[in-house]
């Protein structure tokens, strides 16, 4: 079978929100412990993180706390009520 690319679409907020993520997350003991489970794992989320580095300018951008703020907040509100914790009786 041959290797394909595969495309996959993300609005601006979700790939700047990804990206930050992403970027506070590799490295760290729990995270790459997690991924170290099943190593074959680190070869797209390095294509992903790579990608998304180098095509956000947002990144450089002396706003870009700002930006990020009202991208995550775009997004939360687009989620409705996907992962908020349940109130316990």
Known sequence: ???DDFTIKLTRDQ???????????????EFDGLVNRDRAVWSPLHQIAGTLETSLVEVFMPDYAGRLDAARERL?????EIGRPVDEP
């Not at 939360?76 to 409705?80: C, F, N, R, V």
């Open 15 to 29: 790939a700047l929100v990804l990206s930050d993520w992403l970027y506070r997350k590799i490295g760290t003991a």
């Open 76 to 80: 939360l509100d687009s989620l409705g």
């Open 1 to 3: 079978m041959a290797d």
